[in-house]
């Protein structure tokens, strides 16, 4: 046997030891051998080693949608849908040792979100077995990572430079914390905290704005516009002021208010379910970043969460992912999973249902957090398709059939899918949502909290939609209209007076509101509540903001570039998240400042109503990797979604979240990302370097992983002859981050 894969086999019997898993049980080892070629004629070859494939019918596995095909004849490989693939081969019955199955994968790889997941057998009589798997770390050679000639992995001189432009910040003050107040005034002396707080309302122009008091031997007093602005203050001073300075203070007057009223956050549950409890978590420290609404992400192409009582299929069909063809039960797996629908490990099966929801309502009011309910259309609409054609089979009912019979219409949509367009020339999508929006509605009723709005989402309906509709080109006659534009646009007109009939503010993604004439605008603009804008142009003729303030319709600063959550802290290729937004940390969106990003003027018929962050589920595989996307990047959206203008330095920041904010997430057991420490080689001396003083680094000098065993750096140290690559991590209150690389040239 080959000696690398006899380690391959070592490895994958240590990990199946540590998970329980039978070491017979097949196993498969992922790496990428290479990248090849250039522009559009580059690929990768991507090797998967194959322990027991004698026990092997069909291997089947998610990965992003690329082009693929086999380097060996006898395998074949094929697409059950975009994202879901399948492996056959003559080789597996009689292989009685590992075998290297290789793939040619059109494109390049640079990051670790491009490996396949979620692995498992189908056997001849159908039944499905989960598959472990191993991956194999991208911190290597350039070239099996990268674009041909190409090297966009930040090395660790870089990271040391920026660690060092981190650490001038200046001396802080317990009043220093995220989002930071507006003005704080120090009266002289120590306010003790040891009587109740006063607390009462006040008048002022802004509803939100609070005056906490803190005096030298007196009695704290918080006095505020409204209920709700009296309770944030309540909970500013107890969780950010009192409890971490031992109830002492410089005694002081604070007032503040924020600069918008909608501070928001969008979680996607839809691709990739976490539960109402991890939810409530990441409610809770929305609170403490005063953050007031939850965008949320129920239905997507991959999944519908919600339970909507009359519409059973939407769950039994639309929250159920695993191995099928057809998706008559449930849907394909996507993403990840072990191949059963009915698997409660993981993150690809679940929902939320009307009692949950209803609970979840009430907590978020507790909280003072709005709930803003997303129900995608007409496109993103897959996982409603399957299930109402799902329904349309089981009872003949074509009520709520949201396709048509005979559509011909070839498109591809942003996530590779062909088929998840509502028709919005028939009746069946009006009634659908009329169904759902009345359903939703009676949830916000029982739970005695306000429905702020429904948003219908209206993003990314891609080129050759309804084409070949024979009732999308009649109704496109009639109107005298043409194009998937337009047909998107009188789709949005239709739902606005839906909601209109029932008094619910509208919201949507930016093609809601962006390219239609006078008319439609004068229409469907007084029923939006606000438009998420999110992406990003210098340009005032193509900033997509201005044109829809210009149009009348309010916006929510939603960019890609900065406030992303999903997105890569950095291009490291171990990172979680997605880079076709480029990057996005914490300095990233405390940059986002939002009347740069929509310079307003008097052509504005509509004003910025605020910001909000978005956490698309494509890569969660757990609530500790939500957890860690958001965490601390989303700690520059809540300060400038409080303060539009200037406000700290980078120094400073980093410094406000690593002595006031990581101690508060660890106490409340928040994940959190850590950046990687810096590496430089100096007179002939090695020197690291971390954003975050107090944690320990882990170093090694002959090309293995570090480790929490490594050799600890406590100084610099004489760079010893022949060593060609120093390797570091950083370790933190039990968190470890990724692990930085640093090439020795001659």
Not at 55 to 70: G, I, P, T, Y
Not at 375 to 397: L, N, Q, V
Not at 467 to 481: F, N, R, T, V, Y
């Given at each position: 046997m080959k000696p690398f894969l006899k380690s391959i086999i070592a490895t994958l019997a240590s990990a199946a030891s540590l998970t329980g898993i039978n070491a017979a049980t097949p196993t498969v080892h992922w790496e990428v051998v290479d990248n090849y070629g250039s522009g559009r004629d580059t690929y990768?070859?991507?090797?998967?080693?194959?322990?027991?494939?004698?026990?092997?019918?069909?291997?089947?596995?998610?990965?992003?949608?690329?082009?693929?095909?086999?380097?060996?004849?006898?395998?074949?490989?094929?697409?059950?849908?975009?994202?879901?693939?399948?492996?056959?081969?003559?080789?597996?019955?009689?292989?009685d040792e590992p075998i290297v199955v290789d793939i040619k994968t059109k494109g390049w790889i640079q990051s670790i979100n491009y490996a396949p997941d979620g692995f498992h057998n189908v056997a001849?009589?159908?039944?499905?077995?989960?598959?472990?798997?191993?991956?194999?770390?991208?911190?290597?050679?350039?070239?099996?990572?990268?674009?041909?000639?190409?090297?966009?992995?930040?090395?660790?001189?870089?990271?040391?430079?920026?660690?060092?432009?981190?650490?001038?910040?200046?001396?802080?003050?317990?009043y220093d914390i995220v989002p930071s107040f507006k003005k704080v005034t120090l009266t002289g002396g120590t306010y003790t905290h040891s009587r109740p707080v006063q607390g009462s309302l006040i008048r002022h122009e802004n509803p939100e704005f609070y005056r906490i008091t803190l005096p030298a031997g007196g009695a704290a007093v918080v006095e505020a516009a409204s209920p709700e602005a009296l309770a944030m203050a309540h909970r500013v001073l107890t969780e950010q002021l009192l409890k971490p300075n031992g109830g002492k203070l410089p005694a002081a007057v604070i007032e503040d208010y924020p600069d918008f009223h909608y501070r928001g956050l969008m979680l996607d549950v839809a691709r990739n379910f976490y539960s109402v409890d991890e939810l409530k978590k990441l409610v809770n420290q929305m609170s403490d970043m005063r953050m007031n609404r939850l965008h949320f992400?129920?239905?997507?192409?991959?999944?519908?969460?919600?339970?909507?009582?009359?519409?059973?299929?939407?769950?039994?069909?639309?929250?159920?992912?695993?191995?099928?063809?057809?998706?008559?039960?449930?849907?394909v797996q996507l993403f990840a999973g072990d191949g059963n629908p009915d698997s409660k490990d993981g993150s690809a099966n679940g929902f939320i249902t009307r009692e949950e929801f209803i609970d979840f309502l009430q907590f978020c009011d507790e909280q003072g957090i709005k709930v803003i309910p997303?129900?995608?259309?007409?496109?993103?609409?897959?996982?409603?398709?399957?299930?109402?054609?799902?329904?349309?089979?089981?009872?003949?009912?074509?009520?709520?059939?949201?396709?048509?019979?005979?559509?011909?219409?070839?498109?591809?949509?942003?996530q590779a899918f062909h088929d998840n367009l509502m028709n919005p020339a028939l009746p069946g999508p009006y009634r659908?949502?009329?169904?759902?929006?009345?359903?939703?509605?009676?949830?916000?009723?029982?739970?005695?909290?306000?429905?702020?709005?429904?948003?219908?989402?209206?993003?990314?309906?891609?080129?050759?939609?309804?084409?070949?509709?024979?009732?999308?080109?009649?109704?496109?006659?009639?109107?005298?209209?043409s194009g998937r534009h337009l047909m998107q646009g009188e789709f949005g007109r239709r739902v606005a007076a839906i909601l209109k009939k029932k008094?619910?503010?509208?919201?949507?993604?930016?093609?809601?509101?962006?390219?239609?004439?006078?008319?439609?605008?004068?229409?469907?603009?007084?029923?939006?509540?606000?438009?998420?804008?999110?992406?990003?142009?210098?340009?005032?003729?193509?900033?997509?903001?201005?044109?829809?303030?210009?149009?009348?319709?309010?916006?929510?600063?939603?960019?890609?570039?900065?406030?992303?959550?999903?997105?890569?802290?950095?291009?490291?290729?171990m990172e979680r998240g997605l880079y076709?937004?480029?990057?996005?940390?914490?300095?990233?969106?405390?940059?986002?400042?939002?009347?740069?990003?929509?310079?307003?003027?008097?052509?504005?018929?509509?004003?910025?109503?605020?910001?909000?962050?978005?956490?698309?589920?494509?890569?969660?595989?757990?609530?500790g990797i939500v957890e860690s996307h958001l965490f601390p990047k989303s700690l520059g959206l809540a300060e400038r979604a409080w303060n539009?203008?200037?406000?700290?330095?980078?120094?400073?920041?980093?410094?406000?979240?690593?002595?006031?904010?990581?101690?508060?997430?660890?106490?409340?057991?928040?994940?959190?990302?850590?950046?990687?420490?810096?590496?430089?080689?100096?007179?002939?001396?090695?020197?690291?370097?971390?954003?975050?003083?107090?944690?320990?680094?882990?170093?090694?000098?002959?090309?293995s992983e570090p480790t929490a065993e490594s050799t600890l750096y406590v100084g610099e140290i004489t760079l010893p002859d022949g060593v060609t690559e120093i390797r570091a991590r950083y370790y933190y209150y039990g968190k470890e981050s990724m692990t930085s690389l640093l090439y020795i040239h001659d």
């Open positions: 990768y070859i991507q090797r998967l080693t194959i322990t027991e494939p004698s026990q092997l019918n069909k291997l089947c596995f998610n990965e992003f949608a690329r082009k693929m095909e086999m380097t060996n004849p006898a395998d074949t490989i094929y697409e059950i849908i975009p994202g879901y693939y399948c492996i056959e081969s003559s080789r597996f019955a009689d292989a001849a009589d159908g039944t499905v077995t989960p598959i472990s798997h191993t991956r194999a770390s991208l911190v290597v050679e350039p070239h099996r990572r990268n674009y041909p000639g190409r090297d966009v992995m930040v090395y660790a001189d870089s990271i040391f430079r920026f660690n060092q432009s981190l650490a001038d910040a200046r001396t802080l003050s317990p992400h129920v239905t997507d192409d991959e999944a519908w969460r919600l339970e909507i009582p009359g519409l059973p299929e939407l769950t039994e069909v639309g929250s159920r992912r695993g191995y099928t063809t057809d998706e008559n039960d449930y849907l997303e129900i995608e259309s007409p496109g993103h609409a897959r996982a409603a398709i399957k299930a109402m054609e799902a329904r349309f089979r089981r009872t003949g009912d074509d009520t709520f059939r949201l396709r048509e019979d005979g559509d011909t219409s070839i498109y591809t949509s942003a659908f949502l009329e169904k759902v929006f009345d359903e939703i509605a009676l949830m916000y009723e029982e739970a005695g909290v306000e429905l702020p709005a429904i948003h219908i989402g209206g993003d990314e309906v891609p080129e050759g939609a309804w084409d070949g509709s024979p009732s999308a080109q009649k109704m496109c006659a009639e109107l005298g209209i008094g619910i503010p509208m919201m949507g993604w930016q093609e809601v509101g962006v390219g239609y004439d006078e008319d439609f605008n004068a229409e469907v603009a007084p029923v939006t509540m606000g438009v998420n804008c999110w992406t990003a142009s210098a340009d005032p003729k193509q900033n997509k903001a201005l044109r829809a303030l210009r149009a009348g319709f309010p916006v929510i600063i939603s960019n890609v570039d900065r406030f992303y959550m999903d997105m890569l802290y950095t291009h490291h290729p076709w937004g480029g990057t996005v940390d914490e300095f990233t969106s405390l940059g986002g400042y939002p009347y740069e990003i929509c310079p307003v003027d008097s052509t504005c018929k509509a004003p910025i109503l605020g910001l909000q962050g978005q956490l698309f589920g494509e890569t969660i595989r757990n609530n539009a203008d200037r406000t700290y330095d980078n120094a400073d920041f980093n410094k406000v979240i690593y002595t006031k904010v990581l101690p508060a997430l660890d106490r409340n057991d928040i994940n959190y990302h850590l950046r990687a420490p810096g590496i430089v080689v100096e007179d002939g001396k090695i020197l690291m370097n971390s954003a975050y003083p107090g944690g320990e680094i882990r170093y090694t000098l002959d090309g």
